[in-house]
T-cell receptor, first 115, second 116 residues
Framework: AQSVTQLDSHVSVSEGTPVLLRCNYS??????LFWYVQHPNKGLQLLLK??????LVKGINGFEAEFKKSETSFHLTKPSAHMSDAAEYFC?????????????FGTGTKLQVIP | ETGVTQTPRHLVMGMTNKKSLKCEQH?????MYWYKQSAKKPLELMFV???????ENNSVPSRFSPECPNSSHLFLHLHTLQPEDSALYLC???????????????FGPGTRLLVL
């Protein structure tokens, strides 16, 4: 069984300040983990993914996430928020057990960036 | 963004209508997916096709009928829908849907469906 929990449904930051979006997962196997972003009226776009290589993963637009197995976390961070970062962010987990990998999406975190 | 396209972008239909959603991917992928995105609910996987074979039907009601004629096209046929089926329907594709590590999925912009 697997699950993913996004701890905050809404996060509000000022432009230029750091962003932290939290994600905890549960998986019976070593997981693949992803962060996607969805801007209004758009599909989901991949920000970054973890698949057992380096635990600190760098993605697009200055985002990065750190896989912490001991804490079962995969939090998304960015040093300085831009107005264009305002969107909804989804954490996704998939087990690695062979065969078709069923992905589980979190409920999403809406990021508001205040000018 | 143009790797996966969906048509129509918006659809309004009555409960007795029959309509189809279309998805096309231009990425050379072998797996395609349908998801339902409702307000305040997690994204729900509906169907998965891997090399044109359906590998996942996530307990979806029979009023939703998928079709995958080739690896580049995916359809979702709709009939006698209910108002609670109103949602954003997202299509995605990936290199394939097998192997140990999950492949990255690339999403289309979605079809916003309203059932009256």
């Amino acid at each position: 069984a697997q699950s993913v929990t996004q701890l905050d449904s809404h996060v509000s930051v000022s432009e230029g300040t750091p962003v932290l979006l939290r994600c905890n997962y549960s998986s019976s196997y070593s997981p693949s983990l992803f962060w996607y972003v969805q801007h209004p009226n758009k599909g989901l776009q991949l920000l970054l993914k973890y698949t057992s290589a380096a635990t600190l993963v760098k993605g697009i637009n200055g985002f990065e996430a750190e896989f912490k197995k001991s804490e079962t976390s995969f939090h998304l961070t960015k040093p300085s928020a831009h107005m264009s970062d305002a969107a909804e962010y989804f954490c996704v987990v998939s087990p690695t057990s062979g065969g078709y990998q069923k992905v589980t999406f979190g409920t999403g975190t809406k990021l508001q960036v205040i000018p | 963004e143009t790797g996966v396209t969906q048509t129509p972008r918006h659809l309004v239909m009555g409960m007795t209508n029959k309509k189809s959603l279309k998805c096309e991917q231009h990425l050379g992928h072998n797996a395609m997916y349908w998801y339902k995105q409702s307000a305040k609910k997690p994204l729900e996987l509906m169907f998965v096709y891997n090399f044109k074979e359906q590998t996942e039907n996530n307990s979806v009601p029979s009023r939703f009928s998928p079709e995958c004629p080739n690896s580049s096209h995916l359809f979702l046929h709709l009939h006698t829908l209910q108002p609670e089926d109103s949602a954003l329907y997202l299509c995605a594709s990936s290199q394939d849907a097998s192997g140990r590590w999950a492949k990255t999925q690339y999403f289309g912009p979605g079809t916003r469906l309203l059932v009256l």
